[in-house]
């Protein structure tokens, strides 16, 4: 009984750690499109689009912030990328051998469950893992678009922050400029107050702070609704397009023996975690786009009003301004990194697993 705990903890703590190693090395390459992404589907509605497309932002960010432009934000994901794989690969497999022991008692540990039951493992582990993501998503969301926008008084526009220190030394931004935004300033204004004092935008723990003042401990869960829909199903087309690629590539590769190989290639689990990258970025990205706004209308929408609207709301919304089109804003930019990030996070967990 003791050997039987003390090796289901031992494999309980290499799926946390390992999972946590892939999803930091995935989360390093697709980051710079993420906040491409982000700020592709956070453009409000109603107001001229800042951006033309993913390369056109790609050059406003490069020439405005640099390469630091594109990394804004990274410590915030880099946990979240860390906590979120391994409670991806934790709970599934948890998931798997509950599923194993309820409904599927003839099969053997080596054997894989059927396809159906892998799906609903891997929807029950995004389920699991949406309540984990959506603090991090927050405050990730919220650095990525900071830059966009500083207020001026009178409009707002993309400055850099040499552009920001010079028009604040001219009196224009003096309504911004206390050492700490004013409790009775709009919300907006207080989250840009707090990045042109000095004019560099907000770190993640004055983030963390601002949220928790404003919306306390449930306001960390804004876009949970978003988050759980995009994990739920994408997690499910995650695990289930990796686990149906990954069989097909092993059906063709017999061994020695003329037996069907068990374990991947490092080339099958490539191929198959690329396959599921995308699977799981096109099963529900009107979700994300959604999440996404409702994460950052707090410092993009004209007044900070807005920024307590339901999920359903905003969707709505953002369908009514410019129809389906709106809903996949950045969906391109999200699959071409998806691709080589999930096979990445893919390959770096099995090699760890075969070690």
Not at 9 to 22: R, Y
Not at 27 to 43: A, C, G, H, I, N
Not at 108 to 132: D, K, N, Q, R, Y
Request: a positive charge; one cysteine or more.
């Amino acid at each position: 009984m003791t050997d039987t705990v003390s090796t289901s903890l031992l494999e309980s703590a290499k799926e946390i750690s390992f999972g946590s190693s892939a999803g930091m090395a995935g989360k390093l390459f697709e980051y710079p499109f993420d906040t491409v992404k982000v700020r592709l589907q956070s453009q409000p509605d109603g107001a001229p689009l800042k951006f033309k497309g993913p390369i056109d932002c790609f050059r406003q960010t490069w020439h405005k912030e640099g390469v630091r432009g594109f990394y804004r934000g990274l410590s915030s994901p880099m946990v979240g990328a860390a906590a979120e794989n391994a409670s991806l690969f934790f709970s599934y497999r948890t998931a798997q051998n509950a599923m194993r022991a309820l409904f599927f008692p003839h099969l053997s540990m080596t054997e894989t469950l059927p396809m159906h039951a892998l799906l609903i493992c891997g929807a029950v582990s995004g389920t699991f893992t949406s309540f984990i993501l959506t603090p991090i998503e927050l405050i990730k969301c919220k650095m990525q678009v900071q830059n966009l926008v500083l207020y001026d008084g009178t409009e707002r526009s993309y400055l850099s922050p040499s552009m920001a220190m010079t028009t604040s030394s001219s009196g224009i931004l003096a309504n911004a400029t206390a050492s700490r935004p004013a409790s009775h300033m709009p919300r907006t204004q207080r989250y840009i107050a707090m990045s042109i004092s000095p004019p560099r935008p907000a770190g993640a723990f004055a983030l963390v702070a601002q949220v928790y003042r404003d919306g306390g401990i449930i306001g960390f869960w804004r876009g949970q609704l978003g988050t759980l829909f995009r994990e739920t199903g994408g997690s499910a087309a995650w695990f289930g397009a990796y686990e149906y690629v990954s069989s097909l590539l092993r059906r063709r590769r017999v061994t020695s023996d003329s037996s069907f190989a068990s374990g991947n290639t490092l080339f099958e689990s490539t191929v198959s975690g690329a396959v599921a990258g995308v699977a799981y970025n096109l099963s529900l990205f009107p979700a994300d786009s959604v999440k996404s706004r409702m994460q950052t209308e707090s410092i993009l929408s004209a007044d900070g009003l807005n920024s307590d609207r339901g999920f359903w709301t905003v969707a709505r919304d953002m369908y009514r301004s410019g129809g389906i089109r709106v809903l996949y804003r950045g969906c391109g930019m999200t699959v071409m990194r998806a691709a080589p990030s999930s096979a990445i996070i893919f390959l770096t967990y099995e090699c760890l697993k075969s070690l």
